[in-house]
């Protein structure tokens, strides 16, 4: 099971980027998808998530009607749009899943992690 994470950079306040998890080694239809965001100093915050199977999608109150989670089962990728984004929305986003598989959002630990990609908001 690997992820990488992609996409990041820097954008100015009230712009928008679209990250990546490209998924290998399983089908990204079988697992419960995660996108995580650490900032130094800070817990890592679960910000967004997208179930196995039925697709049930989660996202933190800090980033509802602004990022928007999906998967492509045909390029095995998970995407986390993000728009209008903020300086607070700085921080190293991180993919993850669980070898379970099929666990809920509010139970991902994170068995897996892809490498993180910075994203800088700032003007």
């Known amino acids: 099971v690997q992820l990488q994470a992609f996409g990041g950079g820097w954008m100015q306040p009230g712009g928008f980027l679209t990250l990546s998890c490209a998924a290998s080694?399983?089908?990204?239809?079988?697992?419960?998808i995660a996108w995580f965001r650490q900032v130094p100093g800070k817990e890592r915050e679960q910000v967004s998530c997208?179930?196995?199977?039925?697709?049930?999608?989660y996202y933190a109150d800090s980033v509802k009607g602004r990022f928007t989670i999906s998967r492509d089962n045909n390029k095995n990728t998970v995407y986390l749009q993000m728009n209008s984004l903020k300086p607070e929305d700085s921080a190293v986003y991180y993919c993850?899943?669980?070898?379970?598989?099929?666990?809920?959002?509010?139970?991902?630990?994170?068995?897996?992690w892809g490498q993180g990609t910075q994203v800088t908001v700032s003007s």
């Open positions: 993850a899943t669980d070898a379970g598989g099929l666990d809920p959002c509010d139970s991902i630990v994170g068995d897996y």
């Open positions: 997208i179930e196995a199977t039925d697709g049930n999608t």
């Open positions: 080694g399983f089908t990204l239809d079988d697992y419960t």
